[in-house]
């Protein structure tokens, strides 16, 4: 048999604190691979993303999504307590969206905790950008992220990091959430800058706006509203520059 972190499966860190279940104190959670399976439902699930409301990516003329997961699995979860004693079993089921979204939130739980202490000692901004479908002509997020990255150092702000997800609705619109993170500026009676919108070059609907509270509360309800991926993309990234 081999054992499974379960961190592995879903990506939630699980022995960190101690849970009560049924009057006994569960310490950690030990999980053994039990078996893998082809979702049967998972070939009449994946979907061509509609060219109206699609955003096109090197010259792509079919960019599928799945509304399913392809693989489940089967996980022996064992319940132990503090002293090593096994309390209890049970089968636990994953999937290949639930293991997507867990490592979404460990990649997101690293980019906040770096950037956490310096927003709350007011040494960095954070801006939440919201980007619509693109027409066909439209830029790629990666290219979005290096022309911010360049008017920022054009401007003499200074470029700290990025991460955006990609979300696709229930209809089938895919759209991108952002988080750009500078050096503090505060314009306060002053316009929001030019240089840092982006809708010259995304050639859509965008929104931005300063961070008010945690980044993860902007981000993390975007990553379990909808499950459905676009098939062979990257679903987020990721970037943090060291000074």
């Keep these: 048999m081999t054992k499974v972190h379960h961190a592995d499966c879903i990506g939630n860190t699980i022995d960190q604190d101690i849970n009560v279940i049924d009057n006994q104190s569960v310490a950690y959670k030990n999980y053994t691979f039990l078996g893998r399976k082809l979702n049967d439902q998972y070939a009449d699930s994946v979907k061509i993303l509609p060219l109206r409301t699609c955003l096109l990516h090197n010259k792509s003329d079919k960019i599928l999504v799945e509304t399913r997961p392809k693989w489940i699995t089967d996980l022996l979860m064992h319940k132990v307590d503090a ?24 990649a997101l739980d690293r980019f906040v905790n770096h950037f956490r202490p310096l927003y ?11 980007l619509t479908i693109a027409n066909q002509s439209g830029s790629d997020i990666k290219d979005i992220c290096n022309i911010l ?10 470029f700290r990091g990025y991460f955006w997800i990609s979300e696709i609705s229930e209809n089938l619109h895919w759209h991108y959430h952002l988080c750009l993170v500078t050096d503090r500026f505060n314009v306060k009676g002053e316009a929001f800058p030019d240089y ?15 961070v008010k509270k ?10 379990s509203k909808h499950n459905y991926r676009i098939l062979s993309r990257r679903s987020y990234g990721k970037s943090i520059v060291k000074i």
């Design 120 to 130: 709350r000692a007011r040494k960095v901004s954070m801006l939440f950008y919201t």
């Design 149 to 158: 990255k360049k008017r920022c150092k054009r401007n003499g702000l200074r």
């Design 196 to 210: 840092l919108k982006v809708d010259d070059i995304w050639e859509a609907g965008t929104q931005v706006e300063f």
């Design 214 to 223: 945690d980044i993860k509360h902007y981000m993390a309800k975007y990553m």
């Design 83 to 106: 002293e090593g004693e096994i309390l209890g079993t049970e089968v636990y089921q994953t999937n290949t969206f639930k293991s997507a979204i867990g490592r979404k939130i460990k």
